[in-house]
């Protein structure tokens, strides 16, 4: 189903089922997730890209300094500086070594 999103011209910016993402595995998942980040469909991964996608995932929970400390953070334990650019294998160097775990809570009624 990933690579149904190519083939249907929604390899760049696009919005997908959850049913599609589930689908999804290794490192079409960490692709997948690059092109939500990927914010203006460049190719590339901005510190603010990603700060705008961790505002989204995080809400209220986090205020914007502890954001922009995390992310620096992890940024800077990868070897990356806060003004760079990333494209995908460096996207998914982060997601692989950074120890992050992306947890999501489900209210259940």
Same mark, same amino acid.
């Given at each position: 189903?990933?690579?149904?999103?190519?083939?249907?011209?929604?390899?760049?910016?696009?919005?997908?089922?959850? &049913? *599609?993402?589930?689908?999804?595995?290794?490192?079409?998942?960490? $692709?997948?997730?690059?092109?939500?980040?990927? #914010? +203006?469909?460049?190719?590339?991964?901005?510190?603010?890209?990603?700060?705008?996608?961790?505002?989204?995932?995080?809400?209220?929970?986090?205020?914007?300094?502890?954001?922009? &400390? *995390?992310?620096?953070?992890?940024?800077?334990?990868?070897?990356? $500086?806060?003004?760079?650019?990333?494209?995908? #294998? +460096?996207?998914?160097?982060?997601?692989?070594?950074?120890?992050?775990?992306?947890?999501?809570?489900?209210?259940?009624?």
């Amino acid at each position: 189903m990933c690579t149904a999103l190519e083939r249907n011209g929604m390899g760049g910016c696009a919005a997908i089922g959850v &049913e *599609v993402f589930m689908a999804c595995s290794g490192s079409n998942v960490s $692709a997948v997730i690059f092109k939500v980040y990927d #914010s +203006d469909c460049n190719g590339k991964v901005t510190f603010h890209d990603m700060l705008r996608a961790l505002r989204d995932l995080s809400g209220p929970f986090m205020s914007d300094q502890q954001r922009e &400390e *995390v992310l620096t953070q992890v940024l800077e334990e990868a070897g990356y $500086a806060k003004d760079c650019s990333l494209v995908l #294998s +460096d996207f998914m160097k982060i997601l692989g070594n950074s120890g992050l775990k992306m947890e999501v809570e489900v209210p259940v009624d």
